[in-house]
Nanobody
């Protein structure tokens, strides 16, 4: 099974930038997709950005043009570069992988990292 650990969250002023990292460890045979999600207080968890097997990338409309998801294959690490941050981006950000391991499709989540954007 894959374990995910996020880092890079923090407090930043509106207009600033942060880069989140998600480091993976464990065994897998195929990654179906890997992504970043976020959950603000009182709201449901929502998809922020997703890398799909084959290389396609999807972004939530609210972050298009500001956020960039990328992957370092050698390090099994996924990044989320967040520019032009807004107070409404404040949330706990989670990394998630959908993958196959020993023939079983599985999903792993990280513990989350807090991002707070002040106005």
């Amino acid at each position: 099974q894959v374990q995910l650990v996020e880092s890079g969250g923090g407090l930043v002023q509106a207009g600033g930038s942060l880069r989140l990292s998600c480091a993976a460890s464990g065994s897998f045979s195929r990654i179906n997709n890997m992504g970043w999600y976020r959950q603000a207080p009182g709201k449901q968890r929502e998809l922020v950005a997703l890398i799909i097997s084959g290389g396609s990338i999807n972004y939530a409309d609210s972050v298009k043009g500001r956020f960039t998801i990328s992957r370092d294959n050698a390090e099994d690490t996924v990044y989320l570069l967040m520019n032009s941050l807004k107070p409404e981006d404040t949330a706990v950000y989670y990394c998630s992988w959908d993958y196959h391991s020993v023939g079983v499709r599985m999903t792993s989540w990280g513990q989350g990292t807090q991002v707070t954007v002040s106005s």
